[in-house]
């Protein structure tokens, strides 16, 4: 069966420090990996999808990056985070085309101070 | 803008009564329409998934509806039980590339005895 882990649970980083968060996806292969986050009261917003190693779209302007180094890796990354970085950040993944099921990591729950 | 608008935002019912929830969406191309369960915390999880030729699914306790051309969805709960209680989430899927989904900022469901 697939699996899909996130990890750290739980961040609390300084204004300005860096940020790395990964996310891997077991039991499949080619995924579609995703990254949202989702700020109180807000719904969620997906912020990279990629579709294959070293293929990442963007769609918001932001200070974050994204990478996929491996077909199962999807890492979440920024040089200096900002206090509007705070939110739960969650990853996802499908396989195939639009219609099928997107199954949800556990998420991290990131708060700058 | 594809937007996702859900009512009421908060509700609060007794254990064993049913509810009805709303989503109104305006993405284009549409392709599906997904209800999510997420408790506080945790990564969403999918209730149902409709296409643009369904008009009902059930999960058990759990019915969606679809009108594609008012372009209205309901998530109607019957008999809820205290493990209800969570944030209901209406997302709908555009066509094309990379599986985009749009998300409504959710309904806060609680069930009391």
């Known amino acids: 069966s697939q699996t899909i882990h996130q990890w750290p649970a739980t961040l609390v980083q300084p204004v300005g420090s860096p940020l790395s968060l990964e996310c891997t996806v077991e039991?499949?292969?080619?995924?579609?990996l995703y990254w949202y986050r989702q700020a109180a009261g807000r719904g969620l917003q997906l912020l990279f999808y990629?579709?294959?190693?070293?293929?990442i779209s963007s769609e918001v302007p932001q200070n974050l990056s994204a990478s996929r180094p491996q077909d199962r890796q999807f890492i979440l990354s920024s040089k200096k985070l900002l206090l509007s970085d705070s939110g739960f950040y969650l990853c996802?993944?499908?396989?195939?085309?639009?219609?099928?099921?997107?199954?949800f990591g556990p998420g991290t729950r990131l708060t700058v101070t | 803008k594809n937007q996702v608008e859900q009512s009421p935002q908060s509700l609060i019912i007794l254990e064993g009564k049913n509810c009805t929830l709303q989503?109104?969406?305006?993405?284009?191309?549409?392709?599906?329409l997904r209800w999510y369960k997420q408790d506080t915390g945790r990564g969403p999880v999918s209730l149902t998934i409709?296409?643009?030729?369904?008009n009902t699914k059930s999960n058990g306790r759990y019915t969606a509806t679809l009108d594609a051309d008012t372009k209205q969805s309901s998530l109607h709960i019957t008999a809820s039980q205290l493990s209800d209680s969570a944030s209901y989430i209406c997302?709908?899927?555009?066509?094309?590339?990379?599986?985009?989904?749009?998300f409504g900022t959710g309904t806060q469901l609680k069930v009391e005895l």
């Open positions: 996802a993944w499908t396989v195939g085309l639009a219609g099928v099921e997107q199954y």
């Open positions: 039991g499949t292969s080619n995924p579609n």
């Open positions: 990629s579709v294959g190693i070293g293929q």
């Open positions: 989503c109104n969406y305006t993405v284009s191309p549409f392709s599906n």
């Open positions: 409709m296409t643009f030729s369904e």
């Open positions: 997302v709908v899927g555009e066509k094309g590339g990379g599986n985009k989904l749009t």
